[in-house]
């Protein structure tokens, strides 16, 4: 089975704090994401990564970065965090080709 | 620009009974994947089922079906027998199939509980 595994389920952070969200996946998947998870709005993507060292920004990257140096790991950097990143942080991954998705099980992030 | 509308916020059905979940799309392509999202209270999101734009038939998983329209753009997921173990926020998604990225659109979700 593909395992997706994001290294908190919570997390709690101050504000202005750089906050590092890490999710490997076991699977050898070339694609990986990250995704933010509010009431209301659903699942709406911040950045994603197709190969090693590569990203591209998906549809909320403002005041987020991204790493993918190992094909295995996503990591999502909020370079100063603010009380309105606090969210749901869901990675998943996804093999070329395979239209489905996996996912990790959630951090779930709180900045005070 | 490519939506999903999943309208129901909130939804329960009695244990055994049937309940239909409702999704619409708008696209402008022709072929692309739609898909039913299962995301129980331990969080962990996993696929229900998946459907083809280019395929007539509708999927069937055991207890879950979807009813596809594709003129009216609207994807529902039957759930038949309905189980505890059903309760779960279900993501109604959409995916382009030409696109090389294959970034999911998802729904707002629907909060489903099944009441004992």
Request: hydrophobic share 30%.
């Amino acid at each position: 089975d593909v395992k997706v595994t994001q290294s908190s389920r919570y997390l709690v952070k101050r504000t202005g704090e750089k906050v590092f969200l890490e999710c490997v996946q076991d699977m050898d998947h070339e694609n990986m994401f990250w995704y933010r998870q509010d009431p209301g709005l659903g699942l709406r993507l911040i950045y994603f990564s197709y190969d090693v060292k590569m990203k591209e920004k998906g549809d909320i990257p403002e005041g987020y970065s991204v790493s993918r140096e190992k094909k295995e790991r996503f990591s999502l950097i909020l370079e100063s965090a603010s009380t309105n990143q606090t969210s749901m942080y869901l990675c998943a991954s996804r093999k070329t080709g395979d239209t489905e998705a996996f996912f990790g099980q959630g951090t779930r992030l709180t900045v005070v | 620009a490519q939506t999903v509308t999943q309208s129901q916020p909130e939804m329960s059905v009695q244990e055994a009974e049937t309940v239909t979940l409702s999704c619409t799309y708008d696209t402008s392509e022709s072929n692309y994947y739609l898909f039913w999202y299962k995301q129980p209270p331990s969080r962990q999101m996993i696929l229900v089922i998946r459907q083809e734009a280019y395929k007539q038939q509708n999927a069937t998983e055991n207890r879950f079906s979807v009813n596809f329209q594709k003129a009216a753009k609207s994807f529902s997921l039957k759930i038949s027998d309905s189980q505890l173990g059903d309760t779960a926020m279900y993501f109604c998604a959409f995916i382009e199939s030409g696109s090389g990225t294959y970034k999911y659109i998802f729904g707002t979700g629907t909060r489903l509980k099944v009441l004992a």
